[in-house]
């Protein structure tokens, strides 16, 4: 569905836009796993995929998740979208369902550290991956060769807030035919709409940005409708069939939903619909109080480095500011003094101390010794990553007030 109207007014009428029951301006929650049919020729039409639009087993998806799918197709303007349980479950869906032995996948070395780890499993299963710094498109060209089917990069990299060479990759990919696929977790599609610099498909963990409130899990694959499936080798033949938009997407959610069962649930799919429609206030907010802190950290005498796009020392601040709306609520900085990070974190007051990301609430983690431990250190020294590097995911409490948080645990850590 395309539309002259704003973001957010297109995201608060999305359900009653799609079609609601019974007059609620909120798609219900539709809790049944099975769906019944007046005729058997139905019944099996869905199964041979001759009849459209009607849902068989809700491990494939409901009429809840159909309507969160509507709405994100819509922000990301894409062609379709399949929801997940999770971010990783969307992740996996996309490598394990479009990839084969033999295939060879080029993806930034700056990437989630669960990312990271699934890249193991690729080679385990006989698909070769390629890690390199993307934020130069000749580290992707060099890396490519007769068996790479894919390129996959994050929006901006978490904890280190590289940003790839988006229009670069985008360019390369069309010009090799290879699927260009990209984390757009972070940035959100209010702030940065991947397709814009050529992206086939499109990964979120709904939980962040877009569901935004720490309470409820949740994953998609968005189809920017850019890439040319009739192209593409691994889809099976007995999804080449219809609308050729489509074929990565069918195969994605029977693979992924029907066979590997990374299903989101109805009531989670309500939350994030929910949370989405404050997701532009809430990138506005996060990411104007994000560079002010960022700006207050860079000039503290504590602080070795600050890792934020949206300063002007950001190795790639130019491409930020000529492709993102704003720069988002992810931030991390490294301690002059590292054996002092982890007493600086204790002291801490606003903070949350926790593993994740995307919260009303500012939340807080040492870096090396957690999400990135398991990497291991040569892994981490690759990345850029030290002993002391913090980061944080800004929340929605007033600026002064975290920058005074920061101000007191810096001066007693």
């Known amino acids: 569905m395309t539309s002259h109207r704003g973001f957010t007014t297109d995201v ?3 359900d009653k836009a799609f079609g609601s029951e019974d007059g609620s301006v909120h798609k219900a929650i539709h809790t049944s796993t099975q769906y019944g049919f007046d005729k058997v020729e139905d019944l099996i039409g869905v199964f041979q995929g001759t009849k459209k639009g009607a849902y068989v087993y809700s491990r494939q998806g409901t009429p809840t998740t159909a309507a969160l799918e509507a709405k994100l197709t819509q922000m990301e303007a894409g062609v379709g979208t399949v929801s ?7 992740i996996c869906g996309v490598f394990l369902t479009l990839l084969r032995a033999g295939d060879h996948l080029v993806a930034s070395r700056a990437v989630f550290g669960n990312t990271n780890s ?4 690729l080679g385990d299963l006989g698909i070769g991956v390629s890690r390199v710094d993307a934020s130069e498109v000749e580290h992707v060209a060099a890396a490519i060769t007769p068996a790479t089917r894919m390129v996959f990069v994050e929006t901006l990299s978490n904890p280190g807030t590289q940003i790839a060479d988006l229009e670069g990759i985008g360019r390369l990919c069309r010009e090799r035919g290879l699927l260009f696929v990209v984390d757009n977790t972070i940035l959100s599609p209010y702030l940065f709409r991947p397709g814009s610099t050529g992206a086939g498909l ?5 939980t962040k940005s ?5 309470n409820a899990l949740g994953g998609a694959v968005v189809d920017t409708g850019l890439f040319d499936w009739s192209a593409y080798p691994n889809i099976s033949e007995v999804y080449r069939k219809g609308d ?6 069918t195969q994605i959610r029977k693979k992924g939903l029907r066979d590997m069962g990374g299903t989101l649930s109805a009531q989670h799919a309500h939350a ?7 997701l532009a206030l809430r990138m506005r907010q996060t ?3 994000t560079l002010e802190i960022a700006r207050y950290l860079e000039a503290h005498p504590a602080i070795a480095k600050v890792y934020y796009p949206g300063l002007s020392s950001h190795p790639q601040h130019e491409r930020a500011q000529k492709h993102f709306l704003a720069a988002g609520w992810l931030l991390s900085f490294e301690l002059k003094n590292a054996d002092a990070c982890l007493a600086f974190i204790d002291r801490l007051q606003l903070a949350v101390k926790a593993t994740g990301l995307g919260d009303t609430r500012t939340l807080v983690i040492p870096v090396a010794h957690t999400i990135f431990w398991e990497a291991g250190a040569a892994v981490r020294a690759q990345m850029g990553i030290s002993d002391g590097m913090v980061r944080l995911s800004v929340g929605l409490e007033e600026t002064a007030d975290l920058i005074a948080d920061l101000r007191q645990a810096l001066e007693r850590a």
């Open 202 to 206: 499109v990964v979120h963990s709904l």
């Open 210 to 214: 877009i569901c935004g409130h720490g």
């Open 118 to 121: 699934i890249f193991g499993t």
């Open 287 to 289: 990411s104007a109080a």
């Open 12 to 14: 608060v009428h999305s």
């Open 272 to 278: 994030i619909s929910v949370g989405a429609e404050t």
């Open 84 to 90: 997940f349980a999770s971010g990783m479950a969307a």
């Open 244 to 249: 050729t938009r489509q074929w990565g997407l």
